[in-house]
């Protein structure tokens, strides 16, 4: 049973920086697809970053270029490093992912049956 756990989040000022964590473990399978996901209050989940099985990224239109998706395989950890935090960042982030020999990355939630808890973001202006 794969479990994430994330942590990292907090409340910042528009143009701050956060680093979530998401700590994994549990896994048999040899390679998965991982990401990160966001709901804001009244709004549906959206995909923010996938890091899929080969190691390939794909970003939501909303955060390139601002936040970085990646892996730590020794710590068994993955990454979002949140640049430029705007108002419209406020949300609940989520980890997830689900088993995938050879995926590309995937922002459609539909795809993944494993998720954290979930952790706040909170940018203020």
């Known amino acids: 049973q794969v479990q994430l756990a994330e942590s990292g989040g907090g409340s910042v000022q528009t143009g701050g920086s956060l680093r979530l964590s998401c700590l994994h473990s549990g896994y048999t399978r040899r390679s998965y697809n991982w990401a990160w996901f966001r709901q804001a209050p009244g709004k549906e989940r959206e995909g923010v970053a996938s890091?899929?099985?080969?190691?390939?990224?794909l970003y939501a239109d909303s955060v390139k270029g601002r936040f970085t998706i990646s892996k730590d395989g020794a710590e068994n950890t993955l990454y979002l490093q949140m640049n430029s935090l705007e108002p419209e960042d406020t949300a609940v982030y989520y980890c997830?992912?689900?088993?995938?020999?050879?995926?590309?990355?995937?922002?459609?939630?539909?795809?993944?049956?494993?998720w954290g808890q979930g952790t706040q973001v909170t940018v203020s202006s």
């Open positions: 997830a992912a689900y088993d995938c020999v050879t995926c590309r990355p995937s922002l459609n939630g539909i795809n993944y049956n494993y």
């Open positions: 890091f899929g099985s080969r190691g390939d990224l």
